[in-house]
């Protein structure tokens, strides 16, 4: 067979794997095997099965941790599905308190934390027994790597581009060094062809994962210690005294709120702001790519078996052909189509990766994170309203006042606080790594805590007090009024900053050159204004807001 990369193979070659396989064993697959990858275990391709396509193609260099990618894979697939069985868990643990299955007193709540953990680790197992595998390419798996399947081996590698043309959306989980491997590159060439230019390519950063855990236990455990606290302000220690000493109560709620400060909210804020820097640079990466310069194995080993020195092929010059002819033209002297293709990475891609990578932290993942954080609040309130319409005859109160009170809007203001608070400090994060590059990581993380807890702080004391001692419902609510106006319009003007930002940077590199006539390639038109379109249509790409700029079209 010809030494030449493929773009179609034949049908039994063309294999992927169940998303719960590839992520089974906590992501055992992704352990970063060999250089070169020739001691991988060849039990890995019968693991595969042939598939007409891909849901998912999963690009990614193997040198990041697998622990790494396993977080950030397993908030991206499944999050969504954790919150929805968490939601529907609260209603289930409020009557197994009321009818004393659990211990009757708040900590109990606490038990919806464990329903969505569990979905969040094995959701895409369970959802198989329900509903057709979530099928995606994985390299490892779905390509053979024993030497007694060598052919196989060799058809697969060169017959890359024929996976990602059989692929739904092309799941980039992007790291500082991603951008610097040439198959990595060739990747990204071969999905931005016109074959599937209508095609999604989702930027992840790897470590987005981590991060939005970090404040999903850091809002757990703060939401969850307020709970309790209240409740031993209301009702004791142990639900059955009315009322506790103020004293008794002050060191556990100062415990409460420290302890996941310093062990949760202080890393979260310093990785926020890190993984912010990062992607600062990810442009600038993209301003200065040359393929000639990407990294391949091959190449760093001098073309020799680590092992048994034998001669291996060059990969760069595969790569170099296939671009050749996606990007040559016939009058072309020397490696013009190499300079084609850089300047389109230069600037249309790295427009594209500006527009999709405006903050530290992806914003659908950490909101389903956040609002699953509050989910005790919810399981609590329940149980205190089939309390109430089980066991309370009169106290006073009525009915509608209580639950306009003590639930509804008692829900409304934590969910609200949660999820405002995480939104603001990831994009004061973002804003800060853009305006303080030169500053330490750990001190603008520090500095954006603060900058959050502070007034929450006051927020939550200064409602929650009103809720409880007011003689009517209008205090608490104005609270939450301000809490919710406050939130909205700080939260719009750090998103406003930041999308000024992404649009100042934009239009500096659309003034430094006019290409667009020069980087057309011949045989396979290239990312054009449609793709960026379509990324707007299917909501991978969010418009900037009218009164930011009303000359830009594209969005953050």
Known sequence: MASELLTTLE?????????????????????????????????????????????????HDWQTSRWIKLCTLLVVYNSRAALLATFLACPLIAGVRVVGVLPNYRPSSCFVYVVHLFFLCFWQRLRCSLLPPIMVFLDKLCIAQSPEQAELKKKGILGLAAFLNHSKRLLVLWSPRYFSRLWCAYEIAAFLTDHNKNKRIVIMPVHAGITILLCYFFFSWVASSALIVLGMLNHGTLGVQHGQDLWTVFPVALGAILVPVILLGAPAATLVVQMAKQLRRAPEQLKTFEVQGAACFCCQSGHKHPDTGADIPCDRELVYRKLKDWYGRPTDISEEYLRRFNSLVHHRLRRSVLRQMPYAVPTAPLLYMLSAATMPWLADIMERLLWRVLFVKEDGLHFQEFLGR???????????????LGLQAVTLATVLARRFPNVRDVWLGLL???????????????????????????????????????????????????????IQEIEDMSRQTSFM????????????????????DNGLIARVPSNVSDKSGFSV
């Open 448 to 502: 954006v805590l603060t900058a959050c807890a502070a007034p929450a702080t006051v927020l939550v004391g200064t409602f929650f007090a009103y809720l409880h001692m007011a003689a009517d419902a209008w205090p608490p609510t104005i609270v939450f009024m301000v809490t919710l106006l406050l939130g909205s319009c700080l939260l719009r003007h750090l998103t406003n900053q930041e999308a000024a930002g992404a």
């Open 11 to 59: 049908p039994e070659l063309l294999r992927g794997v169940p998303l719960h396989v590839c992520l089974g064993g906590w992501a055992k697959h992704w352990r970063p095997p060999d250089p070169g990858m020739f001691k991988v275990d060849d039990a890995n391709y019968a693991l595969s099965r042939q598939a007409e396509y891909f849901d998912d193609f999963l690009s």
């Open 406 to 420: 003590f639930v509804l809007l008692e829900w409304a203001f934590v969910v609200t606080l949660v999820i405002t």
């Open 517 to 536: 006539s020069d980087v057309t390639p011949t045989n396979t038109p290239q990312l054009t204004a449609e793709i960026f379109e379509a990324a707007v």
